[in-house]
């Protein structure tokens, strides 16, 4: 007696296993880095301190606001900060609000941030699974997995630095411009905006997703006429202005010159442009980013300057310093390059995030797993491709580090866009792998004839990007 076919699973049988199964990735994925937190306090073995580079200012800065004082110095409360971009430090303050103490509780703040790498675990599958059209919960679940499990991100997520946050803001920042690509509204284009602006408040280099990825897909959408694209992306823009206004303005009165997000532009130029990272290869440095070049210059600015005149004599400095030296920025810019991607000497960059409080072995391991995901990735473009999803999107962020790394300097933690692009076309390249080794259609739509699938359907109307 024939069997009858089983049936296609209906769509609230679909989001039942999806929603289950990024439940129990999720609560694996915050398991592990609650873990790792708890087993790594108290360590001082990577640079001397429970909380190294960049970290040691995220932390204190929150537990200055916590205790109500303001941006202010954790030594000097006269004096006014604005060294990064406030997010991260406000999201933090409530911890030392609540524990209170005279010290920064760095567990709590760590194990705030693993919190919030769990939440990207989430983001990072709902990605998938919008980006997997028909086969979305099978890509969606894949792409949590492997987020789950990636060092280059669970890294970042056990140390107080602005790095999980700002991946958080670039999975929602890509999940609403797919949103837009579906229906290209007023509405959709200023939460796009919106999305940027917040995300910039963590990482200022990600204002870069307005320009190079939304743009072009506004630019790319026929069904609006050229004044109505130009006034979506005018929109965008504005808003995300909007989100950055109150600091901005709060900014005016504490500083002598405007800052319009931090007063770190300064000091990364001028330690990125220097005689200890152009051309100094016996001593590992070209490419990267030297503190001591701006330690030496201190004493030549006077010492009553607020942190805006700081920033700006050091801008002056490696302006000057750039245009004098025009011609090494070619391979500078080529080390800078090989050093983020991983081509040029990995092994300087895992010594190197250990300043940072990344553990030499778990730089190897996201190292590797960059290795092995970025051709997988390559297979899921070329999958995407062939299905005419817009693609764009995911690419761009590889334009976005490289423009980053380029103007800065080369580590790893500036590929954060290209990290979540790779994992998510990853996981639509794996999806489609596993359905061909099952003999079953791996093109995204029921039968295998290449036609569009419901979730794709408003973008095949559009030039596939």
Same mark, same amino acid.
């Given at each position: 007696?024939?069997?009858?076919?089983?049936?296609?699973?209906?769509?609230?049988?679909?989001?039942?296993?999806?929603?289950?199964?990024?439940?129990?990735?999720?609560?694996?994925?915050?398991?592990?880095?609650?873990?790792?937190?708890?087993?790594?306090?108290?360590?001082?073995?990577?640079?001397?301190?429970?909380?190294?580079?960049?970290?040691?200012?995220?932390?204190?800065?929150?537990?200055?606001?916590?205790?109500?004082?303001?941006?202010?110095?954790?030594?000097?409360?006269?004096?006014?900060?604005?060294?990064?971009?406030?997010?991260?430090?406000?999201?933090?303050?409530?911890?030392?609000? &609540? $524990?209170?103490?005279? +010290?920064?509780? !760095?567990? %709590?703040?760590?194990?705030?941030? /693993? @919190?919030? #790498?769990?939440?990207?675990?989430?983001?990072?599958?709902?990605?998938?699974?919008?980006?997997?059209?028909?086969?979305?919960?099978?890509?969606?679940?894949?792409?949590?997995?492997?987020?789950?499990?990636?060092?280059?991100?669970?890294?970042?997520?056990?140390?107080?630095?602005?790095?999980?946050?700002?991946?958080?803001?670039?999975?929602?920042?890509?999940?609403?411009?797919?949103?837009?690509?579906?229906?290209?509204?007023?509405?959709?284009?200023?939460?796009?905006?919106?999305?940027?602006?917040?995300?910039?408040?963590?990482?200022?280099?990600?204002?870069?997703?307005?320009?190079?990825?939304?743009?072009?897909? &506004? $630019?790319?959408?026929? +069904?609006?006429? !050229?004044? %109505?694209?130009?006034?979506?992306? /005018? @929109?965008? #823009?504005?808003?995300?202005?909007?989100?950055?206004?109150?600091?901005?303005?709060?900014?005016?009165?504490?500083?002598?010159?405007?800052?319009?997000?931090?007063?770190?532009?300064?000091?990364?130029?001028?330690?990125?442009?220097?005689?200890?990272?152009?051309?100094?290869?016996?001593?590992?440095?070209?490419?990267?980013?030297?503190?001591?070049?701006?330690?030496?210059?201190?004493?030549?600015?006077?010492?009553?300057?607020?942190?805006?005149?700081?920033?700006?004599?050091?801008?002056?400095?490696?302006?000057?310093?750039?245009?004098?030296?025009?011609?090494?920025?070619?391979?500078?810019?080529?080390?800078?390059?090989?050093?983020?991607?991983?081509?040029?000497?990995?092994?300087?960059?895992?010594?190197?995030?250990?300043?940072? #409080?990344?553990?030499?072995?778990?730089?190897?391991?996201?190292?590797?797993?960059?290795?092995?995901?970025?051709?997988?990735?390559?297979?899921?473009?070329?999958?995407?491709?062939?299905?005419?999803?817009?693609?764009?999107?995911?690419?761009?962020?590889?334009?976005?580090?490289?423009?980053?790394?380029?103007?800065?300097?080369?580590?790893?933690?500036?590929?954060?866009?290209?990290?979540?692009?790779?994992?998510?076309?990853?996981?639509?390249?794996?999806?489609?792998?596993?359905?061909?080794?099952?003999?079953?259609?791996?093109?995204?739509?029921?039968?295998?004839?290449?036609?569009?699938?419901?979730?794709?359907?408003?973008?095949?109307?559009?030039?596939?990007?």
């Amino acid at each position: 007696m024939p069997v009858p076919p089983t049936p296609a699973p209906t769509p609230s049988r679909r989001a039942g296993t999806f929603g289950i199964g990024l439940a129990v990735i999720t609560v694996l994925g915050l398991a592990g880095r609650v873990t790792s937190v708890l087993a790594t306090r108290g360590d001082t073995d990577l640079c001397g301190y429970d909380l190294c580079g960049d970290a040691l200012y995220y932390s204190a800065q929150a537990h200055v606001l916590g205790q109500g004082q303001g941006f202010t110095d954790f030594f000097d409360a006269t004096i006014q900060t604005a060294d990064h971009p406030p997010l991260t430090a406000a999201f933090l303050a409530p911890v030392s609000f &609540v $524990l209170g103490g005279e +010290t920064s509780p !760095v567990t %709590a703040q760590r194990l705030t941030m /693993a @919190l919030v #790498g769990a939440l990207v675990i989430i983001a990072v599958g709902f990605l998938g699974r919008r980006v997997g059209g028909r086969r979305g919960t099978s890509v969606g679940l894949i792409a949590a997995a492997i987020a789950a499990v990636n060092a280059n991100f669970w890294m970042n997520d056990i140390i107080v630095m602005s790095e999980t946050l700002g991946t958080l803001g670039i999975v929602v920042v890509l999940l609403l411009i797919y949103r837009f690509v579906d229906r290209p509204s007023l509405g959709r284009a200023a939460a796009v905006g919106a999305a940027v602006g917040v995300t910039m408040l963590a990482r200022a280099e990600l204002a870069l997703f307005l320009p190079v990825t939304f743009a072009p897909m &506004v $630019l790319w959408a026929r +069904t609006l006429t !050229v004044p %109505a694209r130009i006034g979506r992306i /005018a @929109l965008a #823009g504005v808003c995300a202005l909007v989100v950055l206004l109150p600091w901005t303005i709060h900014n005016l009165g504490r500083f002598e010159n405007p800052v319009l997000i931090s007063t770190n532009d300064g000091l990364t130029l001028v330690g990125a442009n220097c005689d200890d990272v152009y051309g100094v290869r016996d001593q590992g440095g070209i490419g990267f980013w030297s503190l001591n070049c701006a330690e030496r210059l201190r004493p030549t600015i006077p010492a009553d300057a607020d942190q805006s005149e700081v920033s700006a004599a050091y801008r002056e400095i490696a302006v000057e310093y750039i245009s004098n030296h025009q011609r090494l920025i070619p391979e500078v810019v080529a080390f800078r390059i090989g050093r983020a991607t991983g081509l040029y000497a990995p092994a300087d960059m895992t010594w190197l995030n250990m300043g940072e #409080g990344r553990a030499r072995w778990a730089s190897w391991v996201g190292m590797v797993q960059w290795y092995v995901l970025v051709p997988i990735a390559i297979a899921g473009a070329v999958v995407l491709r062939r299905r005419r999803f817009p693609v764009w999107p995911l690419v761009s962020t590889g334009v976005i580090v490289l423009v980053t790394v380029v103007a800065f300097y080369g580590i790893v933690r500036f590929r954060l866009p290209a990290d979540v692009a790779v994992v998510v076309l990853a996981a639509v390249a794996i999806d489609a792998g596993f359905r061909r080794l099952r003999g079953r259609p791996s093109t995204g739509d029921a039968d295998g004839s290449g036609a569009a699938t419901d979730a794709d359907a408003t973008a095949v109307r559009e030039p596939v990007a």
